[in-house]
């Protein structure tokens, strides 16, 4: 059983904006480090913008899985598809955080870096908005 706040609309969406609204902002940070040419400062705040995303974005979404979107499959087996493509969200979210992490040591992959943080923040604003919208009634 998930926690209530995974139940109701405005405080799970108070949760999404809080964290999206946290990353967005590092992201930013990140980008002008690297901008700037402060490449070790850079790699520094990617290690606590990929901690960040880990401690904050993905343990939310394995909270959702473990027990909000196993009670939705019960209560509404119809919804089975709609909690498949959610799901396959927050994989989408781990494959492109773990190709990030492999690639955190090679200076030359900085740009590719850069662009999957931002295919980061894509996905998960999309994604809530659509658990919003599916899930809680929005």
């Known amino acids: 059983m998930s926690g209530p706040a995974l139940r109701q609309l405005n405080a799970h969406r108070s949760i999404h904006e809080a964290a999206y609204g946290q990353v967005k902002d590092m992201t930013d940070v990140l980008k002008r480090l690297y901008q700037e040419g402060r490449n070790e400062e ?3 705040a990617e290690e606590i913008l990929i901690e ?4 904050h974005i993905i343990s939310h979404a394995d909270s959702e899985e473990e027990g909000l979107y196993q009670d939705f499959k019960k209560k509404y087996p119809e919804m089975s598809e709609t909690i498949a493509q959610l799901t396959r969200d927050h994989d989408l979210l781990r494959k492109i955080l773990a190709q990030i992490e492999a690639d955190l040591e090679k200076e ?6 850069l662009a999957m ?6 996905v998960n604003w999309h994604h809530s908005r659509d658990e919003e919208r599916y899930l809680l009634g929005e």
């Open 42 to 44: 850079g790699k520094q």
């Open 52 to 55: 960040h995303w880990r401690d």
């Open 108 to 113: 030359d992959k900085t740009k590719d870096r």
């Open 117 to 122: 943080y931002d295919s980061l923040l894509i």
